[in-house]
């Protein structure tokens, strides 16, 4: 198994961490393994390889978490090691209620199945199984939400309600760079001094994108000057920093701000402007609604987010846009309404 990026031992302390974290907490109090038999660790080992793998493919640590906090409770409740699992142990899990206390909705079943069959694939190319035990179970039909866009006005309240403060300023300075470079929210937390580059009259931005795809794009104008203001507040400019560096330390340390503290003030953000609460990825969905709002074209959007393929692109824009209903007014004039 070939492994890049990200060091073996980086990705094993972190699937390690997750769990010692949920000890901490309370949450889980099962230690970080599922060998029962004979081989105290071998299973233990496969499934830290896993984790490294699924790591170095994603780039993402939030996935390596992900994956961590369904994988390790699985094995860990049960008592099972993975050649022990059979589909009614599958099934159960799958359809069981979790610590929310709530039944668990098709898009979580769907997200176990493919989590566990995920690794049961990684076992079998190991040579370590045979059979997946979730080939044997259905996935569900998946019903797929209606997707959120702002528009510009609503783009406005939302950076209206930003307060001109140095935290204020990093916020407003984030805003920006999610809404008019549609990245994701990993992708703009973790930009660092090295990925901004100018070239005369242009900054260029580099970054790393799902599934390691590497892109470096054009930075806009108002993301550059929100950035330098941020970066004044924090006594630092881009050209001289450490090219590690987190762009985003004003008001936050030389770690730069979290995911996590921006996704707690960008809630608040969104109540001060009377939106409704959502997650960061609606800023992406903006990003993509605003420019074909300006008559861009699907194939220059689907560009733009590094989408696949235009059918990918289409599907998105779709639930974004709505379809509009061009006849219902010679129905409702035909039946007298």
């Known amino acids: 198994m070939a492994l890049s ?24 109090p099962l230690a970080p393994t599922i060998s029962t038999s004979s081989s105290p660790n071998a299973w233990d080992q496969a499934l830290y390889a896993f984790l490294i793998e699924k790591g170095n493919r994603s780039g993402s640590k939030r996935t390596v978490e992900s994956y961590s906090r369904m994988l390790w409770p699985f094995f860990a409740e049960r008592s099972l090691t993975p050649d022990r699992v059979k589909p009614a142990d599958v099934l159960a899990w799958v359809h069981g209620i979790g610590r929310s206390g709530r039944t668990p909705s098709s898009t ?3 997200a176990r199945i493919a989590c566990l069959s995920s690794l049961y ?11 997946n035990p979730c080939d044997a179970v259905e996935r569900p039909r998946a019903i797929q939400s209606v997707a959120r866009g702002y528009s510009a006005d609503e783009v406005r309240r939302l950076l209206a309600v930003v307060p001109d ?4 300023r990093r916020d407003r300075a984030l805003l920006l760079t999610f809404i008019l470079t549609g990245r994701r929210r ?25 599934g390691n795809k590497r892109g470096r794009r054009e930075l806009p104008r108002p993301v550059y000057e929100a950035l330098r203001a941020t970066l004044a507040d924090a006594g630092l400019d881009v050209a001289s920093m450490d090219k590690g560096a987190s762009l985003w330390q004003a008001g936050a340390g030389p770690h730069g ?24 990825h609606v800023l992406r969905h903006s990003a993509a609604k605003l420019r074909r709002d300006a008559g861009e074209s699907i194939e220059s959007v689907s560009q733009f987010l590094d989408h696949s393929s235009l059918a990918v692109t289409s599907v998105y824009l779709r639930r974004l846009e709505g379809v509009e209903d061009r006849a219902w007014l010679e129905v409702a004039d035909a039946i007298g309404v």
């Open 186 to 210: 990993t992708e703009v937390i973790g930009l660092t001094a090295g990925d901004i580059s100018v070239e005369g009259e242009t900054v260029f931005y580099a970054y790393r994108g799902k």
């Open 165 to 168: 403060s140095v935290a204020g």
């Open 121 to 131: 694939r990684f076992l079998i190319r190991m040579g370590l199984l045979v059979s």
């Open 108 to 110: 979580t079943v769907g």
């Open 257 to 280: 701000v979290t995911g996590s503290t921006f996704y707690s003030r960008f809630r608040r953000y969104l109540a001060a402007a009377g939106l409704a609460p959502t997650g960061v």
């Open 5 to 28: 990026g990200h060091s073996v031992g980086a990705w094993r302390s972190l699937a390690a961490r997750i769990v010692r974290d949920d000890e901490v907490g309370g949450s889980n």
